[in-house]
T-cell receptor
Framework: AQSVTQLGSHVSVSEGALVLLRCNYS??????LFWYVQYPNQGLQLLLK??????LVKGINGFEAEFKKSETSFHLTKPSAHMSDAAEYFC???????????FGTGTSLTVIP | DTEVTQTPKHLVMGMTNKKSLKCEQH?????MYWYKQKAKKPPELMFV???????INESVPSRFSPECPNSSLLNLHLHALQPEDSALYLC???????????FGNGTRLTVT
């Protein structure tokens, strides 16, 4: 079975500081990995994805993530937090068995002015 | 702007009402999904349609009835809901079975 763990349900950073949101997964087969952001009263918006190829993935809004197979991790980073980054972030995994996506429990990011 | 459109944005219904949620996408995606999301929780899969056929039903109560009239449209028919069914209902689509998912902005459902 697949599972996704997001360490830290709440993360607070100062504006301009580094953002690091952690995601670890368990999968017996090569996974496809995603980060989504959700603002209040909206749906989930895709930030970035890893399928194959380069392990450092760049996404929208200055976010990037690195796939580390040996650590089964896909942590999300942004060098400098902006107030508009305050939102809920979900890590998700899919595998090649058809239309099944496994979500982490989410991390709520607060940006302190 | 999201490429998956959901209507209505908000819905309040009594426990004896019948209502429908609608979802539309024009990206040519062949898989469409219904998710239920409670506050501060991840989305929970309800149904998946692949090539207009129901491929996954996550043991959802029969008071929720999905329908896929064509490859661009997805409906969720609601009948005799319970207050605990109040949630954000999200529609999503994907081009392949491995994603990524493209979400609509959801319908906020309140059952009174």
């Amino acid at each position: 079975a697949q599972s996704v763990t997001q360490l830290g349900s709440h993360v607070s950073v100062s504006e301009g500081a580094l953002v690091l949101l952690r995601c670890n997964y368990s999968s017996s087969v090569p996974p496809y990995l995603f980060w989504y952001v959700q603002y209040p009263n909206q749906g989930l918006q895709l930030l970035l994805k890893y399928t194959t190829g380069a392990t450092l993935v760049k996404g929208i809004n200055g976010f990037e993530a690195e796939f580390k197979k040996s650590e089964t991790s896909f942590h999300l980073t942004k060098p400098s937090a902006h107030m508009s980054d305050a939102a809920e972030y979900f890590c998700a995994v899919s595998i090649d068995t058809g239309n099944q996506f496994y979500f982490g429990t989410g991390t709520s990011l607060t940006v302190i002015p | 702007d999201t490429e998956v459109t959901q209507t209505p944005k908000h819905l309040v219904m009594g426990m004896t009402n019948k209502k429908s949620l609608k979802c539309e996408q024009h990206m040519g995606h062949r898989a469409m999904y219904w998710y239920k999301q409670k506050a501060k929780k991840p989305p929970e899969l309800m149904f998946v349609y692949s090539y207009e056929k129901l491929s996954i039903n996550e043991s959802v109560p029969s008071r929720f009835s999905p329908e896929c009239p064509n490859s661009s449209l997805l409906n969720l028919h609601l009948h005799a809901l319970q207050p605990e069914d109040s949630a954000l209902y999200l529609c999503a689509s994907s081009q392949t079975s491995t994603g990524p998912l493209h979400f609509g902005n959801g319908t906020r459902l309140t059952v009174t």
